[in-house]
């Protein structure tokens, strides 16, 4: 059997790159990509995956990485995060601007790039990380609720107008994953990120990279049209059972 292609977004931390380790023990041939080049030769070299340069906010860049693929069956649209946690009332339009940018256009000129190949791969499958924040709202994280939320309807979009070619479609929408994700968020605030998994027991990336492993590998006819997960610690976006 030729082994599959597996594209992942934003593999230099967290999710993507314990996605990446998944899919390539699963014997998936893995295209990497995202801007920390050091970060991601250093796992290319680790697990036989190629190495690309990727912003997804970039044209000319994503341009250059979809055509460097020369096919692929699964895709998993990962890169994304949150800038920032403020008030509609105080809200920082860069940081918006960011959000949307990675999340939602990211997310599109990507996918919209790769169609044409996952479609004739014969059996393609396009996994989204959106996230809990893609179903619900909360105070204060208007700006990465909303692009989630876009980021959810562009996926679950691409599932009907899809509906009969031969592309599966899975949306994995996660809450508390300890990663950079609050690093990135809080601009480097460690003491800031860690009080977020503060007296909980998160979700940690390879719990998501598992699932994902999971969903690649189910036969042709399987949709899992939607996946939630949270830690058992939290019950909503925003109520956690801390201890201590
Ligand atoms: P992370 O450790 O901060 O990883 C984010 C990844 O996205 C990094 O590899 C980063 O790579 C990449 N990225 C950011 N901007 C990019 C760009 N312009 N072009 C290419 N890659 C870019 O956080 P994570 O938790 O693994 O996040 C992965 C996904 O899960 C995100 O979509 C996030 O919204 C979602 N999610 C996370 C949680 C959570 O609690 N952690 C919960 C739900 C959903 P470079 O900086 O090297 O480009």
Known sequence: ????????TGASSGIGEATARQLAAQGYHVVVGARR????RRLADEIGATALPLDVTDDESV??????????????????????LAPIAEADLDDWRWMWETNVLGTLRITKALLPKLI??????????????ALTTYE?????????????????????ELL???VRLTEIAPGAVETEFSLVR??????????VYQGIDPLVAQDIAEIIGFVADRPARVNLDQIIVKPRDQASAGRFARRG
């Not at 004739?120 to 924040?133: E, K, P, R």
């Not at 480097?188 to 860690?194: F, K, L, V, Y």
């Open 140 to 160: 204060n994280g208007g700006g990465y609720t909303s692009a989630k939320h876009a980021q959810g309807v562009l996926h679950r979009t691409l599932r009907d």
């Open 1 to 8: 059997m030729t082994s599959r292609t597996a594209v992942v």
């Open 186 to 195: 809080f601009e480097g605030d460690a003491e800031r990120a860690a009080k």
């Open 164 to 166: 009969g070619q031969p």
């Open 120 to 133: 004739s791969s014969g059996d393609g499958l396009i996994v989204t990380v959106t996230s809990i924040a």
């Open 63 to 84: 341009r250059a990485f979809t055509e460097a693929v020369d096919g692929v069956d699964v895709l998993v649209n990962n890169a994304g995060g949150a800038h920032g």
């Open 37 to 40: 080049q050091d970060r991601l």
